[in-house]
């Protein structure tokens, strides 16, 4: 009696393996004592070769790995059996190895700078293919020159693989142009996407900032498109040379409809220079103009693209208020990246003069009405990194900021 085997079809073909196998459904009335398949580029291949495998004894099923094949090439696969009589051959199948693949570096484009400030700024990129390897590092890479590449620090590392990522730049020197590319490291080499550029923002010196009619000078901040003091309003005059009311009495602020200013806790002496004055909204929305020729109080819109520029609500607070503990015992993300310079003012309450919050946030007005009732502003706040825009009554005292025409 013979030995009975046929050989499987072979599968999972790559450019050097695939696999295959055989079952042995009777051994012919001896042990089967070697069992596996045989493979060659030519056609009825015996166990003479090499190319073959040593698959166990006895009958049934079993499998066997192909291995180091030769791209793009037919080879012909039969399983055999020996017993104590001879071997004994499955029928013949064959089958064709795919095309060698060829690895090379990854593919990948930078994305444009944004949320750009003084000394911050944000990139990353898009890894559309790996190349043929995984990719084991990725970032992107700025400098001041041209074509910037690993070998600088100025680098990020965000993480591996495919797809896209975002980088933040930092530490970075105010009204200078950076060059940026994303960077992608494989076995291969590192590949660059596309060079952007951008300029980081400047910070204009008191001298050539703009002076209220009070005598006092305040620093300008470029952010984005916009043009910021980087301090608190703290003019005693509307722009025409009226004076604004200075009111102290907690229950004759509650009770006001036109302008007037005040200091934290009526203390001048300990917060004027730091915090600047507080003001009711009806100061800032009086016709004779709260802000010095040339600038104005901001729009309600003109605050959101601040907060946007600085990279949107739920981080621009961090950016914008200033780092340390010294004002904010507890300071969440604190970092002033933005310039900006934003103190915690506190408040003073429209419904009854009492002062509150200092240390806790500061808000600042913005000319735009809510409602009969209320009108727009934006609050930085110690524990948060967040700028929240909301409303409040009219009466209520806050900071200001102005913004360039």
């Known amino acids: 009696m013979n030995i009975s085997i046929s050989t499987d079809t072979v599968i999972e073909i790559t450019s050097t393996s695939a696999k295959s ?67 004994a051959y499955g029928n013949e199948v064959s089958f064709k190895t795919s095309s060698a693949q060829t690895t090379t570096v990854p593919t990948l484009t930078t994305t444009s700078a944004s949320s750009i400030t003084q000394s911050t700024a944000t990139s990353g990129g898009n890894i559309s293919a790996e190349g043929g390897a995984t990719v084991t590092a990725r970032g992107v890479i700025w400098a001041t020159s041209q074509n910037p590449t690993i070998a600088l620090s100025t680098k990020t590392n965000n993480g591996t693989g495919t797809g896209s990522f975002t980088s933040e730049l ?18 291969v080499g590192t590949a660059y996407g596309n060079e952007v550029s951008f300029k980081t923002n400047t910070v204009v010196t008191p001298s050539t900032g703009v002076t209220d009619l009070c005598g006092k000078t305040y620093k300008e901040i470029i952010i984005g498109n916009q043009t910021w003091t980087s301090e608190n309003l703290s003019t005693c005059k509307y722009r025409n040379g009226d004076p604004i009311p200075h009111v102290k009495d907690d229950a004759t ?25 507080i003001y009711n909204w009806f100061a800032v929305n009086d016709s004779r103009g709260l802000a010095p020729a040339g600038w104005h109080i901001p729009t309600q819109t003109e605050m959101t693209t601040l907060v946007n520029t600085v990279g949107g609500a739920a981080t621009a607070g961090g950016k914008m208020k200033t780092a340390g503990t010294t ?31 200092i240390g806790v946030f500061g808000g600042f007005w913005s000319s735009t009405q809510f409602d009969s009732s209320n009108s727009w502003n934006f609050r930085l706040y110690c524990n948060s990194a967040e700028a929240t825009i909301g409303n409040d009554g009219k009466r209520h005292g806050f900071s200001v900021r102005i913004i360039k025409d």
Request: one cysteine or more; hydrophobic letters at 30%.
């Open 253 to 277: 602020w509650a009770s006001l409809t036109t302008g007037a200013y005040c200091y934290f806790n009526n203390d001048s002496v300990k917060y004027a220079a730091i915090y600047g004055k």
């Open 327 to 357: 004002y904010c015992s507890t300071n969440t993300s604190g970092t002033n990246s933005s310039g900006f310079s934003g103190l915690p003012a506190g408040d003073r309450r429209g419904f009854n003069g009492v002062f509150n919050n």
């Open 21 to 87: 196998g055989g079952n042995i459904s009777s051994d012919g009335g001896a042990t089967v004592t070697a069992r596996g398949i045989i493979w060659a580029t030519s056609q009825n291949p015996t166990i003479s070769l090499s190319t073959k495998t040593n698959n166990g004894t006895g009958t049934g099923a079993f499998t066997s790995e192909l291995t180091s094949l030769s791209a793009n090439t037919t080879y012909y696969v039969r399983a055999y059996a020996t017993n104590s009589a001879g071997t």
């Open 170 to 187: 930092t530490s970075l020197s105010a009204n200078t142009t950076y060059y940026v590319r994303a960077y992608a490291t494989n076995s």
